[in-house]
């Protein structure tokens, strides 16, 4: 069955400087991955997928992420972080069979300091 | 860009009670899901719905849950008789495309906040 490991519960940045939260999945198929961001009292925003095109996936707001199959990492990263990214993120993986139903990692909160 | 949107935001219910959350999909999506998020763990797969059936449904989704796409735009999920440990946020989902490697990502509401008392 895929799983995904989120390796950090919280990480901390100062703002205006590089941001990687880590992300390592299980999977006996090709997987396709996905990073969402949840701000406080809000709905999971799609911020980046990897479905087996360009290993290198840009997202919304500056992040990016790169799918590496020798390490099975799904890192995500921002050269230099804003307050506003301050958020609950998930790594996910999509179950290859059936209906493609997401199983989530167990986030990483990104607290942002000034 | 389209939403899918829930209601209510808050559900708060007495113990043993019906409860009934409400989703609009986005309009021309055709897969539609339900997750939920108990306070302080990772979001959890409830059941997946196409073409008017559940295709798919986690060891959760047991006999008080049922799912319904009443009107052909709102989607619920109905727990018959509430208990406790049913307190989390109830994510609704939509997706366009069926499965596949080159399938569209699932776009998630708000959330509604159950609490039981």
């Known amino acids: 069955a895929q799983s995904v490991t989120q390796l950090d519960s919280h990480v901390s940045v100062s703002e205006g400087t590089p941001v990687l939260l880590r992300c390592n999945y299980s999977?006996?198929?090709?997987?396709?991955l996905f990073w969402y961001v949840q701000h406080p009292n809000k709905g999971l925003q799609l911020l980046l997928k990897?479905?087996?095109?360009?290993?290198l996936v840009k997202g919304i707001n500056g992040f990016e992420a790169e799918f590496k199959k020798s390490e099975t990492s799904f890192h995500l990263t921002k050269p230099s972080a804003h307050m506003s990214d301050a958020a609950e993120y998930f790594c996910?993986?999509?179950?290859?069979?059936?209906?493609?139903?997401?199983?989530f990692g167990t986030g990483t909160r990104l607290l942002v300091s000034p | 860009e389209p939403e899918v949107t829930q209601t209510p935001s808050h559900q708060v219910t007495q113990m043993g009670q019906e409860v009934i959350l409400r989703c609009v999909p986005i309009?021309?999506?055709?897969?539609f899901y339900w997750y939920r998020q108990i306070l302080g763990q990772k979001v959890e797969f409830l059941v997946s719905?196409?073409?008017?059936?559940?295709?798919?449904k986690s060891e959760i989704f047991d006999d008080q849950f049922s799912v319904e796409r009443p009107d052909g735009s709102n989607f619920t999920l109905k727990i018959r008789s509430t208990k406790l440990e049913d307190s989390a946020m109830y994510f609704c989902?939509?997706?366009?495309?069926?499965?596949?490697?080159?399938?569209?990502?699932?776009?998630f509401g708000d959330g509604t906040r159950l609490s039981i008392l």
């Open positions: 989902a939509s997706s366009e495309t069926p499965p596949g490697p080159s399938n569209q990502p699932q776009h």
């Open positions: 999977s006996s198929y090709s997987p396709s």
């Open positions: 990897y479905t087996s095109a360009a290993t």
């Open positions: 996910v993986v999509s179950d290859a069979t059936g209906f493609q139903k997401l199983v």
């Open positions: 309009s021309n999506h055709l897969y």
């Open positions: 719905f196409y073409n008017n059936e559940i295709s798919e």
